[in-house]
């Protein structure tokens, strides 16, 4: 089973409109990052949070880590075509030895 | 600079045989990592290494082996390969110190194995 849910699994949107990732552990966590794939390729790094209620932004996503460090999101405003591409969360279990991702959510814009 | 890369970026194999799979991190980068990526799933973590040691070690069997260099390059080795091995094997490096977080991971493209 994967430590890391995210949700929803995948979704459409309209060139414009805004969205919300979201990604949930069953246990606290030491660091949250949020990760980019085009379909087939390697990721490429967002954004890193690391403290309970932090919230970052490059651009126009937006991702926020909740006060019990469990939960993030990662909000997109007036996606374009783009910001299609799975996105990933990911996280260490512990100070270093490993990181394991979500189970990922596949974002389609539709022009 | 040059990103993390791997190869070989497509190879296609028989089911039994072996694979070697390379990384070359970016320069400076000591820790490198291994992932396998199944169509449809996020990336699953098979190995990490630092300083030419491993680190960590994810649910994998021990048909999976890896090493690092002393130029911190590192190969990952699959033994008596399976159906199931197909997937795209990702490798990336950080800045990671021992003990310390992950931190940013750079990614390479990743190599496609087709196992037949």
């Known amino acids: 089973s994967q430590e890391l849910e995210q949700s929803p699994q995948s979704l459409i949107v309209q060139e414009g409109k805004n969205l919300t990732i979201n990604c949930t552990s069953s246990?606290?966590?030491?660091?949250l990052y949020w990760y980019k794939q085009k379909y087939g390729e390697g990721l490429i790094f967002l954004m890193m949070?690391?403290?309970?209620?932090e919230e970052k932004s490059h651009e126009k996503i937006t991702a926020k880590l909740d006060e019990k460090k469990q939960q993030s999101s990662l909000h997109i405003t007036a996606s374009q075509p783009s910001h299609a591409g799975i996105y990933l969360c990911?996280?260490?279990?512990?100070?270093?030895?490993?990181?394991?991702f979500g189970t990922g959510t596949s974002l389609t814009v539709i022009p | 600079d040059a990103g993390v890369t791997q190869s070989p970026t497509h190879l296609i194999k028989t089911r039994g045989q072996h694979v070697t799979l390379r990384c070359s991190p970016i320069?400076?980068?000591?820790?490198v990592s291994w992932y396998q990526q199944v169509l449809g799933q996020g990336p699953q973590f098979i190995f990490q290494?630092?300083?030419?040691?491993?680190?960590g070690r994810g649910n994998f069997p021990d048909r999976f082996s890896a090493r690092q260099f002393p130029n911190y390059s590192s190969e990952l080795n699959v033994n008596a390969l399976l159906l199931g091995d197909s997937a795209l094997y990702l490798c990336?490096?950080?800045?990671?110190?021992?003990?310390?977080?992950?931190?940013?991971?750079?990614f390479g493209e990743g190599s496609r194995l087709t196992v037949l």
């Open positions: 990336a490096s950080s800045w990671r110190t021992s003990g310390s977080s992950v931190g940013e991971l750079f």
């Open positions: 990911g996280a260490d279990r512990s100070p270093g030895n490993q990181f394991y």
């Open positions: 246990k606290t966590l030491y660091g």
């Open positions: 949070l690391q403290k309970g209620g």
């Open positions: 320069s400076g980068h000591k820790s």
């Open positions: 290494y630092y300083e030419k040691e491993e680190r």
